[in-house]
């Protein structure tokens, strides 16, 4: 498995995103070569959702799961 610790976000949501899309890529390649096909899904959907606003940061500026502490 590769080392993706070592790049590790610093600030900025783009760079979250990059660092989960490279993170969720691993685990679902992982999911897959043990047979757990929905789980390695769910994580490529993961990644997919993480690589697209890491490549398009105001993609996620508005909207989004709720906060739970009723804002938005």
Partial sequence: MTEVSS???RGDPASAAAYIATFTAELSRLAES???TTLAYILEMARLEAKSLADD???GSEG???RGDGRS
């Fill in 7 to 9: 790049s590790r976000p």
């Fill in 64 to 66: 989004g799961l709720p």
């Fill in 57 to 59: 940061p105001l993609a």
């Fill in 34 to 36: 043990h047979g757990l």
